[in-house]
């Protein structure tokens, strides 16, 4: 299995616990996210995701689920909306760049 790491980074949603959770982890909420010590107002977290295959995730943030703007969103088919992560295509797969860190912003859009 091919593994690679996406850094979360969403800015403050306005709350004090939030969580990462999706098709990574059952949607079982496993994910805590810290707050970033270089900027408090944000909260982070690093997964090792197979990039081979698409994941859709979301955020709880004291309690409520959130989707971000800065992800692509999709429809679960049971009327639910999920941010989703993309799988990489096949030839950054095979050169390794799927073992890079890679980071993403996430913008204060409520």
């Known amino acids: 299995m091919t593994k690679g790491n996406k850094n979360l980074q969403p ?7 939030v ?3 999706g098709t990574f982890d059952n949607w079982q909420a496993s994910v805590p996210m810290m707050q970033d010590p270089e ?6 977290a690093t997964l090792y995701l197979d990039r081979s295959k698409a994941h859709e995730f979301k955020f709880i943030v004291d309690g409520t689920w959130r ?3 800065d992800f692509d969103t999709t429809d679960d088919h049971s009327g639910n909306f999920n941010n989703i ?4 295509p096949p030839q950054l797969l095979q050169t390794g760049f799927s073992n890079s860190k890679m980071y993403s912003g996430i913008p204060n859009r409520r």
């Open 11 to 17: 800015v403050l949603f306005g709350g004090k616990k």
């Open 19 to 21: 969580f990462l959770t």
């Open 39 to 44: 900027a408090p107002e944000e909260h982070i």
């Open 67 to 69: 989707l971000s703007a």
């Open 85 to 88: 992560l993309h799988p990489l």
